[in-house]
């Protein structure tokens, strides 16, 4: 995995347990590389730092790696990652994804009160009966909106908009359907969420970099200027605002400021 590598990593719930899926991302023959080194519970179910960090290290021994050599994490822009960012003595790159879905629901707060009245209409759709009276009028199935991924806003708003005349003929919920100003709104957010929609796939495509990260994230700010303040360069949600501003100058072949060159100094090999 070469002199100096980065950790990638995320977890999630399953039962009991909380699971830590474990990346290494390096440069192999002046290529960007990436091998999966493990997938597995946090010991004795601890969320915290050292349960994270004792993971890492036991991950990597497998490998006969230590974490000396790690000298860069890239995660969640949450709490417990920056703590284990500051242990380490490393930068913490945030998930770009995490960081635009959370600039989204900025965007988005004001439409919250007709988004919770659709979602709810959502919800009373998939109850069996109505969702049987439903189906004899359209194939398409009633989408709610999954509060951990903004972009099923957008699949809730348009699977509404397109199944409106059918969910009129339910008569169960016929009144909660939206009219008038409501409506329009609804037509209105629909259009305006499917930019952010285009931007969120692209932050999840393979082999895109912190430059092109930032090229999206300054072309959003401009048409919804609500989002800056998670998207703008040094955001305060940026862990390593620094070292994020000299891969970004790296990349695009401009000259670092002194403290951005300490700042990725530790990627230089003998």
Request: glycine share 4%; aromatic share 8%; with cysteine.
């Amino acid at each position: 995995m070469g002199e100096v590598f980065g950790l990638i990593f995320d977890g999630w719930p399953h039962a009991s347990l909380h699971y830590v899926v474990i990346f290494a991302v390096y440069e192999l023959e002046d290529k960007r590389s990436q091998a999966l080194l493990g997938v597995s519970p946090l010991d004795e179910g601890s969320q915290d730092v050292d349960a994270h960090i004792r993971l890492m290290s036991n991950v990597l021994s497998v490998y006969n790696e230590t974490m000396e050599i790690v000298c860069f994490l890239v995660a969640d822009n949450c709490t417990t990652n920056k703590s284990i960012a500051l242990k380490l003595g490393v930068p913490l790159v945030g998930c770009a994804s995490h960081r635009f879905n959370l600039a989204a629901n900025k965007f988005y707060a004001e439409f919250e009160p007709i988004l919770e009245d659709v979602n709810s209409l959502m919800s009373q759709l998939r109850q069996p009966n109505n969702h049987a009276e439903l189906t004899k009028h359209t194939e398409l199935r009633p989408v709610k909106c999954n509060v951990t991924c903004w972009s099923s806003t957008l699949a809730m708003v348009e699977c509404y908009l397109r199944i409106r005349a059918e969910i009129k003929k339910v008569e169960a919920v016929e009144e909660l359907v939206s009219t008038g100003s409501r409506h329009r709104k609804l037509v209105a957010l629909g259009e305006h969420l499917k930019k952010p929609n285009s931007i969120s796939k692209r932050l999840q495509r393979e082999g895109i970099d912190l430059a092109q990260v930032r090229v999206l994230f300054d072309s959003v700010k401009v048409e919804y200027p609500v989002m800056s303040d998670y998207l703008k360069a040094g955001a305060k949600i940026v862990n390593s605002p620094v070292f994020e501003a000299a891969v970004v100058k790296k990349i695009d072949g401009q000259v670092l400021a002194i403290a951005e060159k300490k700042a990725q100094r530790q990627f230089e090999t003998s």
